[in-house]
């Protein structure tokens, strides 16, 4: 039988654990590694090379969209299936257009959650009743807006923006990103140029109207 390896991202420890309990009851499915960060998530999948990485959306320093943006950036052959609780358009559109191959929300059933993970393997795309009626009523979904603004950004400015919006100072963000303080200044001056704000307040009330970080524990 094949072996579906899997790499877990999750923040919440017992949400991952249970989540790791049930796919390995599984057979054919072996959890390789698990994640509690995008960050993390991104050198693990780099280490590993898992077939399904399983992500969260909602992850402290780089969310979920952009770890499978970079992810995949990386790993084109791993596929990526999103497990949120977040049924919001914006987060629909961002994580398929990041390359997710599936997205499921964790009010689903296990058995869902299984096929999922068979079905990306496998090389279809899986979106469960939430999502896919989002598509469905947009089919234009991947062609960004004028006033979407956010697809301007280049990948280091997304993460300097999340972390600015959760609160993180220039010196942290210089030693989280291994950049200079100087370097993260001109990184938030060119946020607020392109996103047409003028403070860091600004920069985070638009990081949580664009889904970039959740107020929700």
């Not at 992810?71 to 358009?89: C, F, G, S, Y």
């Not at 869902?112 to 899986?126: K, M, P, S, T």
């Not at 469960?128 to 947009?138: F, K, L, R, W």
Request: proline residues 5%.
């Amino acid at each position: 039988m094949y072996r579906i390896t899997v790499l877990l991202a999750e923040d919440h420890t017992i949400v991952r654990k249970g989540l790791r309990a049930l796919l390995e009851a599984e057979a054919g499915i072996a959890v390789v590694a698990e994640a509690e960060d995008g960050r993390a998530a991104i050198r693990l999948a780099q280490q590993r090379r898992p077939d399904v990485v399983v992500m969260d959306i909602s992850m402290p320093g780089l969310n979920g969209i952009e770890a499978t943006r970079l992810i995949k950036a990386q790993l084109p052959d791993t596929k990526v299936l999103i497990l949120t609780r977040h049924t919001d358009e914006t987060y629909v559109h961002a994580i398929l257009e990041a390359g997710a191959a599936g997205y499921i929300v964790k009010k689903a059933a296990p058995v869902e959650l299984i096929a999922a993970i068979r079905a990306v393997y496998h090389g279809d795309v899986f979106l469960g009743p939430e999502a896919a009626g989002i598509v469905m009523a947009d089919n234009d979904w991947a062609t960004p807006t004028p006033e979407d603004r956010y697809t301007t950004l280049t990948p280091r400015e997304r993460e300097v923006l999340q972390l600015v919006a959760e609160g993180h100072p220039n010196r942290e963000i210089a030693d989280v990103l291994h950049i200079s303080v100087k370097t993260v200044e001109n990184h938030k001056a060119s946020l607020m140029n392109k996103l047409g704000v003028h403070s860091t307040a600004e920069l985070t009330q638009y990081a949580i109207r664009r889904g970039v970080i959740s107020l929700d524990p």
